[in-house]
């Protein structure tokens, strides 16, 4: 897929992925969740009135309700983002007890996977930052492989390797000395 974005504009798109790459390399952790629950206000404005008029026809509901319902998406994304993490560890938990310890009772397997549903959930900006981290340094150096190649010079996977490595460690690293303390 991105092969075909790249090709759109050779030029644009990678310098835009490696830009877009860096950004979520190293400040990842704080703008997604910032960014969702933008997301989540501007659809609740933009779409509530349409929902709504589906079920009243008040004009003081259809006026002040889609910002009523903004709100009310923001909270919820807000909760729905925190929860996710302690559903993924509970999960993983559960399935990996399960699987290499197939002797444990059902009880003790339930209560190790609520133990890893809440590290997951204690560790979540550690998580969230190696996740960004990651992805921001695959979009980075897709764009910066794919740069380096508009100005006709070739290179190998592994130095694609090498740019998502530094990239990721990097921002690994600054992501977590800024998130310290921060819950």
């Given at each position: 897929?991105?092969?075909?974005?790249?090709?759109?504009?050779?030029?644009?798109?990678?310098?835009?992925?490696?830009?877009?790459?860096?950004?979520?390399?190293?400040?990842?952790?704080?703008?997604?969740?910032?960014?969702?629950?933008?997301?989540?206000?501007?659809?609740?404005?933009?779409?509530?009135?349409?929902?709504?008029?589906?079920?009243?026809?008040?004009?003081?509901?259809?006026?002040?309700?889609?910002?009523?319902?903004?709100?009310?998406?923001?909270?919820?994304?807000?909760?729905?983002?925190?929860?996710?993490?302690?559903?993924?560890?509970?999960?993983?938990?559960?399935?990996?007890?399960?699987?290499?310890?197939?002797?444990?009772?059902?009880?003790?397997?339930?209560?190790?996977?609520?133990?890893?549903?809440a590290l997951v959930y204690?560790?979540?900006?550690?998580?969230?930052?190696?996740?960004?981290?990651?992805?921001?340094?695959?979009?980075?150096?897709?764009?910066?492989?794919?740069?380096?190649?508009?100005?006709?010079?070739?290179?190998?996977?592994?130095?694609?390797?090498?740019?998502?490595?530094?990239?990721?460690?990097?921002?690994?690293?600054?992501?977590?000395?800024?998130?310290?303390?921060?819950?």
């Amino acid at each position: 897929m991105i092969g075909e974005l790249v090709m759109f504009h050779p030029f644009a798109v990678p310098a835009f992925l490696t830009v877009f790459g860096i950004i979520l390399a190293l400040w990842g952790s704080r703008i997604v969740p910032f960014a969702l629950v933008l997301f989540a206000l501007i659809l609740g404005v933009v779409q509530g009135g349409s929902v709504l008029v589906n079920v009243t026809d008040n004009p003081d509901v259809l006026r002040f309700g889609p910002y009523v319902l903004a709100v009310l998406l923001a909270v919820a994304v807000s909760f729905i983002y925190r929860i996710a993490f302690f559903l993924a560890g509970l999960f993983i938990g559960y399935f990996l007890c399960s699987s290499f310890f197939p002797e444990l009772s059902s009880v003790l397997v339930w209560v190790l996977a609520l133990v890893a549903g809440a590290l997951v959930y204690v560790s979540r900006n550690f998580v969230f930052s190696v996740l960004t981290s990651v992805t921001g340094a695959g979009l980075a150096a897709t764009g910066i492989v794919n740069l380096i190649a508009w100005i006709n010079v070739t290179c190998s996977v592994a130095i694609y390797w090498v740019i998502v490595a530094v990239i990721a460690i990097s921002g690994v690293i600054y992501q977590t000395k800024r998130n310290k303390g921060r819950k």
